[in-house]
């Protein structure tokens, strides 16, 4: 017999897949167009025994998840544009310190205040770059209602076991959007929960090997644990000394940049003989499918190339698409971030171009193959 399919909006999709990989914590503030998050967990997480907190802004809503997180809860927060700008700081104590906690960021259009109520990709560079200093970062983008599914559960996987923060980004299309799904049975889940793995009884938990993961240590466990934002030694305690951050430096690093295996996905639909590539995500990765689909009605060889990792960027996967392919298009809702992306990773012998639009209008498919029938000339 076929499971139930429901028909669900992609806020409240990615809400139960939170909960659904173990989220016992939310605390944010409400803001277009993610407020539909916080209003199911507000609803639900009692039910379930679990902690719900409105804050006060965004500011104190991650600082209430990390301090949850860091008490063995898994912790969840969701907002927009403003709301990702006021987190930067508090997202770089999370990468420097190494908590897990999962940040939603349903993208509309800015800067500012903006367009509340309409969608964008402009976040891209600012997930990678929005707080300050060198660091990893982890930011996942599904466009369909079946991957914002998926996608939330890997991002706190992926959270636990890299004792990092991940953002799933989102756009205010995919957020707001009805559509149906076929949501898993909990028995087909697989949950990664970083507290399950023992303990050793020296909790030096930053003295390990470049590349090594820590297991996840709790407060409230009668271990002696240090967090603080500043640099650290092996201890969690404050330096300054050159050799020991350059070392806690290239652990946060390799410990995501040795394992890119376990963290790049993308999704390639019609690559097998494309002769000129789409790269594409989100909402504007609906557009390019169907435009993919019309372009080979009229004898052009055009495939997409889907990043469902955005951060860390597929480098390695456009490189090796690039000896066969050289004309890519990349499509987004934004005045040109990734396509500096594809550039950079682009040799001189691949042609680049890019359909770019920031006015809180997404692209048809039409207008996609028309700028794929223009490059093709």
């Known amino acids: 017999m076929s499971k139930k399919r429901e028909v669900l909006q992609g806020n409240i999709i990615a809400a139960k897949a939170a909960v659904a990989a173990g989220c016992n914590f939310y605390a944010g503030y409400p803001i277009t167009p993610s407020s539909e998050v916080a209003q199911y967990m507000s609803a639900e997480l009692p039910k379930l025994g679990y902690d719900f907190i409105q804050m006060e802004d965004e500011i104190a809503s991650l600082g209430a998840c990390i301090g949850a997180s860091l008490s063995g809860k898994k912790a969840l927060t969701a907002t927009s544009g403003p709301g990702f700008s006021l987190m930067q700081e508090h997202l770089g104590m999370a990468v420097i310190a190494e908590i897990p906690v999962v940040i939603i960021n349903v993208m509309r259009g800015g800067p500012s205040t903006g367009l509340p109520t309409k969608p964008a990709q ?134 995501i940049y040795s394992r890119l295996d376990e963290i790049i996905k993308f999704k390639e639909y019609r690559m097998e003989d494309a002769e000129i590539m789409i790269f594409s995500f989100g909402v504007s990765a609906r557009a390019a499918i169907a435009a993919v689909d019309l372009a080979r009605q009229q004898g052009i060889k055009a495939g997409l190339f889907q990043a469902l990792t955005i951060w860390p960027f597929p480098e390695r996967e456009l490189k090796e698409r690039f000896k066969r392919i050289k004309k890519v298009l990349t499509v987004e809702m934004n005045m040109g971030q990734m396509k500096l992306e594809v550039e950079r990773v682009a040799t ?28 093709v000339k």
């Not at 959270?159 to 799904?181: G, R, Y």
């Not at 171009?353 to 048809?364: E, M, Q, S």
Request: hydrophobic share 40%; aromatic share 10%; net charge negative.
């Open 348 to 375: 001189d012998d691949v042609n680049t171009r890019a359909l770019l639009r920031a006015n809180g209008v997404p692209f048809t498919p039409a207008e996609v193959l028309q700028s794929l029938k223009e490059f």
């Open 122 to 255: 402009a976040d891209m560079l600012q997930a990678r770059w929005g707080t300050h200093g060198d660091h990893p970062i982890i930011a996942l983008y599904p466009a369909f209602s079946d991957e914002i599914y998926s996608e939330t559960i890997r991002a706190f996987n992926l959270s636990e076991k890299f004792w990092t923060p991940v953002i799933l980004m989102m756009d205010e299309v995919i957020a707001k959007a009805h559509e149906d799904i076929e949501i898993p049975d909990q028995k087909e889940i697989a949950v990664f929960n970083g507290a399950d793995h023992p303990l050793d009884e020296d909790l030096n938990i930053y003295d390990r090997q470049i590349g090594e993961i820590p297991p996840r240590v709790d407060f409230f466990k009668g271990y002696p644990i240090h967090i603080d934002s500043l640099e650290h030694d092996r201890h969690g305690w404050p330096t300054t000394d050159p050799a020991l951050v350059d070392k806690m430096q290239t652990l946060r690093m390799q410990k």
